[in-house]
């Protein structure tokens, strides 16, 4: 029932058809399915097939989060975060990222570490904001890569090591991420944990820009300028 509402959901070897999915979905769902549960979930969330109900949304992915399902308990925090169908509980939201970061899930990762960064839900831990943006900076992603970067460049949770955050800003620089590209441009324009070059400074300064980040425009133009 599962597979047939994938099936319907993504229209393999039948017509596309966002209520039949739903109908599948549930049926398997309401057996105890938790991936039925989990895309049932999604489908209120979103609004496919069904009309858009947070409420739903939340208690299918609840029931798929309580089986042990990472992506619909990091969906389910994500609902608390929001207030999205429940009441707004940073403490929820703590307690579900953890579950899916734990199984792996590289989005719960970084969001973990964002919480314990900021103190929401936990009290504030630099270092344990570290550990978890490292977990998932290995796993590749741009934005926990920036956000080490930033820490070790600060001397939060870790001891300042301008090396390791050139290292960081290059890896999230090279996906693309504007903000990375920006800092990277700064390091080499002033020589922090890499040699000082003027040109890289301008080439990762010219791409920050592109790409929309206002502090690369500005350093890029205050470089072309000779400041």
């Known amino acids: 029932q599962t597979n047939l509402g994938l099936m319907y959901d993504n229209g393999r070897g039948v017509r596309q058809d966002d209520a039949q999915a739903v109908q599948w979905y549930r049926k398997a769902a309401e057996q105890g399915d938790a991936e039925a549960q989990y895309n049932l979930g999604v489908m209120y969330d979103e609004g496919q097939g069904v009309r858009q109900d947070d409420t739903e949304a939340v208690r299918w992915y609840r029931q798929a989060a309580e089986q042990g399902l990472a992506q619909a308990q990091f969906n389910l925090g994500v609902m608390y975060e929001n207030g999205q169908g ?18 792996g899930l590289v989005e719960a990762k970084y969001n973990l570490g964002v919480m314990y960064a900021e103190g929401r839900g936990v009290r504030r831990d630099d270092a344990e904001a570290v550990k978890w943006f490292r977990q998932a900076a290995a796993q590749g992603l741009a934005q926990a890569q920036f956000n080490l970067g930033v820490l070790y460049e600060n001397g939060q949770g870790v001891r300042r090591d301008d090396a390791e955050a050139v290292k960081w800003y290059r890896q999230a620089a090279a996906q693309g991420l504007a903000k990375a590209q920006s800092n990277l ?7 922090h944990g890499v040699r000082q070059d003027l040109a890289l400074a301008q080439e990762w300064l010219g791409k920050a820009c592109q790409n929309g980040d206002q502090n690369g425009c500005d350093n890029y133009q205050r470089l072309k300028a000779g400041y």
């Open 86 to 103: 429940v009441r707004q509980d940073d403490a929820e939201v703590v307690k579900w990222f953890r579950k899916a970061a734990e199984q």
């Open 185 to 191: 441009g700064v390091m080499y324009y002033k020589g």
